[in-house]
């Protein structure tokens, strides 16, 4: 059993490794090659759709709004995020995604989205199911997990949005 263990433990390692790897050389390589993984991420927590403040993003990332606001600069400068001030009360910063901002973050769900078709491609449907139901009870292992340490309820909400924001955009985008 604990040659099953240690291979899992393994191959854990290395498919998070490889995610990681695989996903900022996509970036690197493609139209937005001057964006980050951090810078691209960002850009999912704020999403497609409406203006997001600049405390509620940075929460829903686990960071400080002061780091955000750094970060915020350079997208900024960058072309892909504009802030505005609220019209009802000017002290609050929304920020939105411009329409480059917004095709980055359509790229990058794409890039999970083939991700996931090509691991589930080879399955039948039950098969498929049995999968997602196993990679389901991970998830939970590892929030439970992650709820233990300090912060880390909010950086797994973050996780845990920006993952349901790309099954919804890949549903709308068929």
Known sequence: MQDIEL????????????????EEKSIQQGYFSNLSIAEMHTLDAIGPYDARTMTETAASLGITTGTLTVSIDRLVKKGYVVRNR???????VRISLTREGKLA????????????????????????????DMVEEVDLYLQQQAARYDGSESIRKTAKEVADRKRRRNNDDG
């Open 7 to 22: 291979e899992l433990a393994d191959r854990l390692v290395r498919i998070f490794e490889n995610v990681l790897f695989t």
């Open 105 to 132: 973050c359509r790229m990058h769900g794409k890039y999970h989205k083939v991700l996931a078709r090509h691991i589930l491609e080879p399955y039948d449907d039950k098969e498929q199911r049995m999968l997602l």
């Open 86 to 92: 609220d019209e009802k009360d000017r002290r609050i």
